[in-house]
């Protein structure tokens, strides 16, 4: 699997991310709140990041909810819809991981709830 090389596909990638950050959740909010600025271990998330993937020769982009290049992980921050898409989630996952990322996955309620437990298991992945 290899990057992608469309200039289009990169600039609606761009695009996409862009309107997901300008409509973040509660939940997400509270996530980027505890990370960003390097807050957590001094580590550099990024939000709503695009991936852009070329997946068994077709070119197609995902958007991860927040991005550490440097532990080469994703976190993603699943609201009640993703109950309905387990599938898509785990292809994503799937994709993503041939990759050489990681992924893990944290439920909003979780967040909400217990932002600080979160962060603890998070500590074990990075």
């Known amino acids: 699997m290899s990057l992608c090389r469309s200039p289009q596909l990169i600039v609606v990638a761009k695009a996409v991310a ?3 950050r300008r409509r973040q959740t ?3 909010r ?3 709140e505890a990370v960003r600025n390097r807050r957590f ?3 550099k998330f990024l939000r709503q990041h695009p991936l852009l993937v070329d997946n068994m020769g077709r070119e197609t982009f995902f958007v991860a909810d927040f991005y550490c290049a440097e532990s080469r992980l ?3 921050i699943d609201g009640k819809m993703h109950d309905k898409q ?3 989630d785990a292809l994503r996952t799937a994709v993503i991981s041939e990759r050489g990322l990681r992924v893990v996955r944290f439920k909003n309620d979780e967040i909400e709830k217990n932002l ?3 962060l603890e298991k998070l500590r074990t992945y990075l």
């Open 18 to 20: 862009r309107e997901l």
């Open 74 to 76: 994703i976190v993603e």
């Open 30 to 32: 509270m996530f980027w």
């Open 116 to 118: 600080e437990e979160v």
């Open 26 to 28: 509660s939940s997400e």
């Open 86 to 88: 387990k599938g898509r």
């Open 41 to 43: 271990l001094g580590r």
